[in-house]
């Protein structure tokens, strides 16, 4: 082997892995997703984030959302590698799910089956779980005609945004999602908890702090309590981390809400949520964590192939409507024990 000086200009004209890449907000004012792209072609997404771990970590820290784009044969078929290069690969599985999707395999599954016309609200996935997932991936395999897109918002800053009174109130008592399985709307038990077996969910329910009651007619259900605040395990961060305003009878869509309504009762809905001690949560409190959200929302235009790489706790997300096709997968990493 060669060696003396022109041996080590060679080598110190290679690039270090880290300066392969680029790193930027991804819009002009507050806070946007960081725009991850290379410097160079031929720059492999997976191979590059294999070596470079520790790095994606602090850049999901400081940034708390990736936006990874133009990577050499970057495409959604590479989200199942790129979770086992950026993490720790310990995937969850959509247990006590509460909307119909699309199992994939390998724990990958596609975003929300919900009509294109109708807008998903910001929401961070898990919160009523006692196991969330720290880390969740999207890929975009098919850009939608117009609309579509992944909107974000930090809950560290819509946490701030919200009284003093509104937070003491969730912060003393937490919130409860009260779920009725089986009355003709909703999913069924059967499907959220991935069994027939009545055992099974009685057993998922005692493990999770699930209550839980059988009614006639294979009817089902139940009542969970959980923090409306957390503090972030690895950054230490106050989050607004709940579904208080997402599940609450006041957020169904008018003439949804009103035929649900007709048909079941006021007290027989799907889904329903309460401060934690059962007391009914006002519509006006509800308006007042929406405007929060919607303050701190930020969209972007996805574009085949982008992966986008969410710390879970930090920031909420949504879907806009939109027209044609669109196909999004999600997997959710390293699981954290609330």
């Not at 006590?96 to 961070?124: F, W």
């Amino acid at each position: 082997m060669k060696t003396g000086p022109g041996a080590f200009r060679r080598r110190a004209l290679q690039p270090n892995a880290s300066d392969l890449v680029a790193c930027r907000p991804l819009g002009d004012e507050g806070w946007w997703p960081a725009l991850v792209t290379p410097q160079a072609s031929g720059v492999d997404l997976v191979g590059w984030s294999a070596t470079q771990r520790d790095l994606v970590a602090d850049l999901l820290r400081r940034h708390k959302a990736l936006l990874f784009r133009g990577f050499d044969r970057q495409s959604a078929a590479q989200l199942a590698d790129f979770v086992a290069a950026s993490s720790d690969n310990s995937l969850l599985d959509y247990k006590d799910r509460t909307t119909p999707r699309e199992a994939l395999g390998s724990k990958l599954y596609t975003s929300t089956s919900y009509p294109a016309d109708r807008r998903i609200e910001l929401h961070n996935e898990g919160t009523y779980w006692r196991r969330w997932p720290l880390k969740l991936y999207f890929a975009c395999d098919v850009a939608a005609e117009t609309g579509g897109e992944t909107p974000l918002a930090d809950m560290a800053r819509v946490l701030d945004r919200l009284s003093p009174e509104t937070v003491a109130r969730f912060e003393a008592s937490g919130f409860t999602l009260v779920r009725r399985y089986n009355d003709g709307f909703g999913l069924p038990w059967q499907e959220v908890f991935q069994t027939e077996d009545r055992a099974e969910v009685e057993a998922f329910c005692t493990a999770n702090g699930i209550g839980y009651e059988w009614g006639e007619d294979d009817r089902l259900a139940t009542r969970q309590t959980r923090p409306a605040i957390r503090r972030h395990p690895r950054t230490g961060e106050r989050v607004w981390f709940n579904h208080a305003a997402f599940f609450h009878v006041s957020a169904y869509a008018g003439p949804d809400r009103d035929a649900l309504e007709a048909e079941l009762g006021s007290d027989r809905m799907p889904y329903a949520t309460t401060f934690g001690d059962g007391s009914e949560i006002p519509v006006s409190v509800v308006d007042e964590i929406l405007a929060a959200y919607h303050a701190e929302e930020r969209r972007f235009a996805w574009e085949d192939g982008d992966i986008l790489l969410v710390d879970n706790m930090s920031i909420a997300h949504g879907r806009q409507p939109y027209s044609g096709r669109r196909r999004v997968l999600v997997a959710m990493a390293e699981p954290h024990d609330g």
